[in-house]
């Protein structure tokens, strides 16, 4: 669905969003006088010509660390960093992936088992967060710290440093908002005038960025004593950037590197999050994907190396990917995204009335420096596409069977045409490997406190959210019970 609205001077203002959202984000109704419904054609003429279209990059100047990256970049910048990073994401990065995500489920599960009482009840965005990020760290950055590091930090900073890695990077993470919040010239006060919140959100950027150069400086050391190459996404970037004619500063590697532990730890956590509270609100979908995971991994977990497990048994997995979809229709992390149109153009659309019926095809002018805003959240609603049951939490809507394919040209979970996520298959590995390994060994139940409740109190409970740079989970409060 695609509405489009005037930039004014004072910046970009939308007149309406089209669509409306899943029951689960408060069942809000879209804001527009004249909904319409564009077709899919138009959608996948927006995505795909990056010249008419460009993405709203200043919006994107949030995730810089200290120069632009490929999604905060647009035109000939653009296509120079995207020339270097598509190339380190590979098969051998995810088979990677698999083998970190495996070896930090372990530590996890280790953790968990060794509490006394009937189950685990965890907060599951804060546990997915610390997961995902232990994950990025070791298969995008070749740091490998231990689950146990997440609720301690044992290691004092390295000489020269006032912050270990880990803190640094959590730092950085978390304070990308407050450092948009803080002009410069604050920093130029008296310390005593500087807010505490600013002063250690500047430290955690200082000191990751003091970090990423040492580790770019350790990286080509070693390449120079082994030109094996690695796996992980640092050091294939510098591989990547190596040896070529518009190669990418140290700063601009750093800046991508920075984007995408932002994209790989939270996005992916978030949907993750809010999996295991839908599958703890529908058992039946649990046992399902119970059953794929068992026909694959009769033990819970693979019997050979990690990356035979990888190649042979991630393409079996065709139900576990079925949750992760229907999750990402759900709850996009990104409900919407704008382009800003560089010359008058015509988009075709059909109004819907409030019935669902579709009208006749019109075409809807859309001047030089319009806001085109791709509504994902109201496509994943469209009873068009997914049937009467838009509402419902039905992982089976993502299965292929011989009489029935899933609408492939109405889901963009990462966007779509040339600047789709580079990271992609690096989420969808991570994420079924959660997925797979924690329902093959626990039971996920709503937490106790919501015993007696009914399905409409409980779902209202876990399914809570807030929208920040994705949407949030806030109330997705789960019971992990090991399975004999």
């Known amino acids: 669905m695609v509405s489009c609205s005037r930039l004014s001077s004072l ?28 077709r899919m054609g138009t959608i996948a003429l927006v995505s795909a010509d990056r010249l008419n279209y460009i993405k709203d990059v200043v919006s994107y100047d949030v995730i810089n660390l200290s120069e632009k990256n490929v999604v905060s970049s647009e035109g000939d910048r653009w296509k120079r960093h995207r020339s270097v990073v598509r190339n380190a ?48 760290c070791s298969a995008g950055f070749g740091q490998s710290l231990a689950w146990s590091d997440m609720s301690e930090d044992l290691l004092p900073p390295p000489p020269g440093f006032a912050l270990s890695f880990k803190r640094s990077l959590l730092g950085a993470v978390h304070g990308i908002f407050i450092r948009a919040a803080c002009p410069n010239w604050l920093h130029n006060l008296p310390s005593w005038a500087v807010p505490t919140v600013a002063k250690k959100t500047r430290l955690a950027f200082d000191e990751l960025q003091k970090h990423l150069h040492a580790m770019i400086s350790d990286a080509r050391a070693a390449s120079l004593q082994d030109s094996s190459s690695s796996a992980d996404l640092f050091r294939r970037m510098l591989d990547a950037n ?30 993750l999050a809010f999996a295991l509270a839908l599958l703890a609100l529908h058992p039946e979908a649990q046992a399902t994907l119970r059953e794929e995971v068992l026909g694959v991994w009769p033990t819970g977990k693979p019997s050979g190396m990690s990356d035979a497990s990888y190649k042979d048994d991630f393409p079996r997995f065709t139900y576990t990917l079925a949750v992760l979809r229907e999750t990402l229709r759900l709850f996009p992390p990104v409900p919407r995204l704008w382009k800003i149109v560089q010359r008058d153009a015509i988009l075709p659309f059909r109004r819907i009335s409030p019935d669902g019926t579709l009208a006749q095809r019109e075409e809807f002018f859309a001047p030089k420096d319009s806001l085109v805003v791709i509504d994902f959240a109201g496509l994943y609603m469209s009873p068009t596409h997914w049937g009467d049951d838009v509402e419902a939490f039905r992982p089976a809507r993502f299965v292929d069977t011989p009489t029935y394919q899933w609408p492939r040209e ?22 079924v490997c959660i997925l797979a390994r924690i329902v093959a060994c626990y039971d996920i139940l709503p937490p106790p406190h919501l015993k007696g409740r009914t399905f409409e109190e409980q779902m209202e409970e876990m399914l809570k959210y807030r929208v920040v740079a994705t949407l949030t989970p806030t109330g997705a409060r789960v019971l992990l019970r090991k399975r004999q």
């Open 11 to 38: 910046g970009r203002a939308v007149s309406g969003i089209i669509g409306r959202n899943s029951p689960h984000m408060q069942k809000q109704r879209a804001l527009s006088s004249h909904p319409c419904r564009a």
């Open 89 to 136: 994401f590979t098969e051998a990065n995810n088979a990677l992936v698999w083998d970190k995500t495996l070896r930090v489920l372990s530590e996890m599960f280790a953790d968990f088992d060794s509490r006394s009482g009937d189950g685990t009840v965890v907060d599951a965005t804060e546990t997915m967060a610390s997961l995902t990020f232990l994950i990025i």
């Open 242 to 271: 190596s040896g070529i004619d518009e190669s990418l500063s140290d700063g601009e590697v750093l800046s991508n590197i920075f984007a995408f532990l932002l994209a790989g730890h939270e996005t992916s956590a978030h949907t």
């Open 410 to 431: 109405a889901f963009f979970p990462f966007a779509a045409g040339p600047r789709a996520c580079l990271g992609k298959n690096f989420a969808i590995a991570e994420s």
